[in-house]
C-alpha cells in the first residue's frame, strides 16, 4: 500500500485542540534535533578536515576515502540549518483550514475548506532502530496532495487515540478514516458512535459468510449451546523456524563447548540460553490456552499470555464498533484488533493471513446474527 498522509510527521509533535475554533497551532518542525545535527555535523567536519591537514598529495586513496566523509557532516549541518528555516502554521476556522508556511524555497499560502480533505486519518508508524523500535499515532486531515495533509495529532505512544480522532471527525463532519493492513477502513462520522452490529442492519457493512465452510487450519469452533460458541486458537505466536534457528544455534554452541579449550564454560552456557530460552518460549506459548468466547450480549478473550495494558478481556456486543486485521505490536505479524471506545482487543498473533480473514467475517456474522 502506498504511504497516506504527510510525511513530515517524522519531525513535528502537535496535539491539535479544536473544541473552541477558531485555533492558531504551530506545526513547525522540532528545534532540538535540527541543533543536534547542526553542531554534530560541524564537528565531524572538523574532525576529518583536521585528519586530512597531515596527509600528503601522494596518499591520494587517503584523500578520496576521507573527503566523502567530510561532506556527510556538511550535509548533516546543511540539513539541520534547512529544518531550523522551516516553519508552518495552521489556523483552523469554522469552514476550513488556513496554512502558511516558509521553505528553503520561499513562503507558501494557502486555504481548503474542510469538505476538500479526504477525511480524518489514523495510522499507526513504526521507527525502527538497532535495539529498540518506537511505535508514533498519527492523525491528520488527508488531501490528495500530500503537501496539504494538515497534521493534527502526532505522539510517540502505542496506545490508540480513539477519542480524539472521532472527535476531530465529529466536528469537522469529516470520514473517520484508519490505515490497515488491508488498506483504508472508512467510516462515516455520524455512525462513530454506532456499534458494528448496527452497521451491519444498515447494510454499511458486509457479513457474508457460509456457516458451513470449514475453519482454517489453527482455528476450531466450539458451539456449546444454540446461544453460545467458542472460537479455539491452536497456532501458535511465534514461528516454528524462528524458535527452531535459536534452538539449532544453542545446540551447536553447547556442543562446541566438549571440543574447545577457549572459555567451554561460558561457550556451554550461552548455548544453554540460546537454546533452552525459545524452548521454554515454545512449551509456555503451546500451555496457554487462547479462546474466543461469544454468546448473545458479550465477546470475551482467554489468553493468559496477553498483556492487560494493551488489550481488554471483553466487551459487550454493543461496545463492539469495528474489527479489522492490523500489524501486531513490534512488527511480529499480524493480528485481529476488535475496537470500541473503552480500548481494544487483540487476538490471532500467529494466525495466517487466510486464518485472520476468516476469524473477521466469522466474528461479525456471529455478532450481526446474535
Not at 61 to 69: E, I, N
Not at 80 to 103: H, I, N
Not at 229 to 257: D, E, Q
Not at 332 to 356: F, Y
Request: aromatic fraction near 8%; charged fraction near 25%.
Amino acid at each position: 500500500m502506498a504511504e497516506l498522509g504527510s510525511r513530515d510527521w517524522h519531525s513535528v509533535r502537535v496535539k491539535v485542540d479544536l473544541s473552541t475554533l477558531p485555533r492558531t497551532v504551530d506545526l513547525s518542525p522540532k528545534r532540538g534535533g535540527a541543533v543536534v545535527q547542526i553542531v554534530f555535523g560541524i564537528a565531524w567536519s572538523v574532525f576529518i578536515w583536521s585528519m586530512l591537514i597531515d596527509v600528503r598529495q601522494e596518499d591520494l586513496p587517503v584523500l578520496l576515502f576521507a573527503v566523502p566523509f567530510s561532506l556527510i557532516g556538511l550535509g548533516l549541518a546543511l540539513n539541520g540549518l534547512a529544518t531550523l528555516r522551516r516553519k508552518r502554521s495552521a489556523v483552523f476556522r469554522g469552514d476550513g483550514v488556513e496554512v502558511e508556511g516558509r521553505g528553503l524555497w520561499g513562503a507558501d499560502s494557502w486555504y481548503q475548506p474542510y469538505t476538500a480533505f479526504k477525511g480524518v486519518l489514523h495510522r499507526e508508524e513504526v521507527v525502527k532502530r538497532k535495539n529498540s523500535s518506537t511505535t508514533y499515532q498519527i492523525v491528520e486531515l488527508l488531501h490528495d496532495d500530500p503537501k496539504r495533509c494538515v497534521l493534527l495529532y502526532v505522539r510517540p505512544t502505542t496506545k490508540l487515540p480513539r477519542e480524539r480522532w472521532e472527535s476531530y471527525a465529529r466536528l469537522l463532519k469529516l470520514p473517520a478514516l484508519e490505515a490497515g493492513a488491508a488498506g483504508v477502513v472508512e467510516r462515516d462520522h455520524g455512525d462513530l458512535d454506532k456499534s458494528l452490529k448496527d452497521l451491519v442492519d444498515e447494510g454499511k457493512v458486509s457479513h457474508a459468510f457460509d456457516p458451513d465452510a470449514e475453519a482454517p487450519r489453527g482455528l476450531y469452533v466450539e458451539r456449546r449451546d444454540a446461544d453460545s460458541l467458542k472460537v479455539v486458537i491452536t497456532a501458535g505466536r511465534y514461528p516454528l523456524w524462528f524458535l527452531g534457528l535459536f534452538m539449532l544455534a544453542g545446540a551447536a554452541m553447547t556442543v562446541g563447548a566438549f571440543f574447545t579449550d577457549e572459555n567451554p564454560y561460558a561457550l556451554f552456557g550461552a548455548g544453554l540460553l540460546f537454546g533452552g530460552l525459545p524452548g521454554w518460549m515454545l512449551v509456555r506459548d503451546r500451555a496457554a490456552r487462547r479462546e474466543i468466547s461469544l454468546d448473545r450480549r458479550r465477546l470475551t478473550v482467554t489468553d493468559a499470555l496477553r498483556s492487560s495494558r494493551h488489550s481488554r478481556d471483553g466487551l459487550t456486543l454493543d461496545e463492539i464498533e469495528s474489527i479489522a486485521i492490523r500489524p501486531a505490536r513490534g512488527n511480529s505479524g499480524r493480528e485481529l484488533v476488535i475496537a470500541s471506545d473503552r480500548g481494544p482487543i487483540r487476538v490471532g498473533l500467529g494466525l495466517s493471513k487466510e486464518a485472520l480473514a476468516w476469524l473477521k467475517d466469522f466474528l461479525t456474522a456471529a455478532i450481526a446474527t446474535a
